[in-house]
């Protein structure tokens, strides 16, 4: 009886910790820009890094300071809207300054991640 309990419980951790995994990588484009947003306020190089493009993330830290101030003095995120088309996504954001901005995004391996591209 005791093994059926064990079984279970091991179980029901295994299907948790899909769910939890599952449920990151279903992060909408949206969600990630305004995770981003935040992340780049508090000046959080490794949840950058998570977000974004490597080249992105490697740009966005080189400014990191300057951009901090940037987003701080934007405001809070009021309203977005998201374009998905495929693997890439465009979310236009609206700041409580009365800014708007647009962020490319690309999904890399299930994940969408923002794609600071300096080429464009």
């Known amino acids: 009886m005791r093994t059926g309990i064990k079984i279970a419980a091991i179980s029901l ?33 490794k949840a950058i890094g998570e977000l974004m493009t490597v080249e992105g993330a490697q740009a966005m830290v080189l400014f990191l300071e300057k951009a901090s101030g940037i987003m701080a003095a934007q405001g809070d995120i009021t309203n977005t809207e998201e374009i998905i088309d495929g693997d890439t996504a465009i979310v236009i954001v609206s700041y409580s300054n009365g800014e708007a901005s647009e962020w490319d995004l690309v999904r890399i391996d299930g994940s969408w991640k923002v794609d600071l591209d300096m080429s464009k």
């Open 13 to 45: 951790i295994f299907i948790a910790a899909i769910t939890v995994v599952a449920c990151r990588r279903a992060a909408t484009p949206t969600a990630v820009v305004r995770q981003l947003h935040a992340a780049i306020i508090k000046e959080d190089a």
